[in-house]
């Protein structure tokens, strides 16, 4: 009698949770899947080839691993965040001695199924364990400079890891990550602007420091011209593909920069200008109104969670996705230099898609458990 009242216990609770997920997140996550997977059909010319295939089963297999992760408990995710930022370490400090070498760079590891790129699980695992690092601490301790020293190193020690490969690019989005947990948990904004001045006076000697192709990159963001068939070329037939767009752009599987192959690295980074081009300012306008919406789901979430851990996580995550969206859609509008920001979940690419995934399971869990607090 007492087992079968458990067993009806255990299944009601499993179907509670289900209850408790946020359908509008998630119904937003899986429209962007379907767009994303249309959008990777047209940069294989309208066959199912090799990078509709792929990009396909890690949609799959990623979702399901998101709905797995929804109905974990919160509170685990607060238990292994020190173990969950270690053990991404020690898979970047692997990547670094025996990883798999490519382009000039050493930033994947190859595990058969997947060649893993532990940077883009830095992005998310440097926000858990920094609001767990901040779950606990009292308000005045928080701008301590105990504390500051030890998030700064939290947070340049991955980093570091990440420059070597080289990879600035992910370095650089791993830093906004990690600074939005300490701007939402309450650090002087003092710092902050301290911060971007040195930033900006310092400049002149971290572009001498860069490799010759960041240079590259940096002299073909001000004048594109200066090279239009070398390194300005990507970024040239990008903004003509945006502009040839128009209002309603030129219809699914019609984009003739992308069909002619004048856009390389279309199904990257660059896959918000294919999309673009094939459904003009009015699918752009939805495609961000989609986004919009995540975003603004993630922050309600974290507002009706009881754990500060989660609304540090939820509201911190929130602006990292956003700036991933600002950088690359800037990125391939000539706004900023090229950096290799993929789009979250419309880029080809199963670790940033892992990554993102990851963290969408976590806000999910969140929702499901806004009521567990975390002591």
Known sequence: MYQHTRLNSNRFSFFQKFKNLDYLLLFCILLLGFISLTTMYSTDGGQILFHTKSHFIKLVTFTVMMLM???????????????????????????YFFGIKSSGSQRWMDLY??????????????????AKYFHRMKIENVNSVYTILTSLIIILLPMGLVIVQPDLGTALLIAISGLAVLWF????????????LGFLISLPFIISFLKPYQKLRVLTFLNPDRDPLGAGYQIIQSKIAVGSGGIFGKGFLKGTQSYLEFLPEKHTDFIFTLFSEEFGFIGSTFLLIIYAIIIYRIVSIG???????????????AAAIFVYIT????????????VGSPLPIMSYGGSSMLATMIGFGVVLSAKVHNQQSIA
Do not use: D
């Not at 507002?303 to 540090?312: E, N, Q």
């Open 69 to 95: 992760i929804s109905l974990i408990n919160i509170r685990f995710w607060f238990l292994v965040g020190y173990l969950f930022y270690l053990s991404i370490i020690a898979l970047l400090l692997w990547t």
């Open 113 to 130: 199924f997947i060649n893993l790129q532990p940077s883009e699980l830095m992005k998310i695992c440097i926000i858990i364990c920094l």
């Open 185 to 196: 948990a309450g650090i002087n904004h003092k710092y902050f602007i301290y911060t971007i």
């Open 303 to 317: 507002a009706g969670s009881r754990s500060y851990f989660a609304k540090l996580f939820c509201y911190s995550f």
């Open 327 to 338: 950088i690359n859609m800037s990125m391939v509008l000539g706004l900023l230099p090229i």
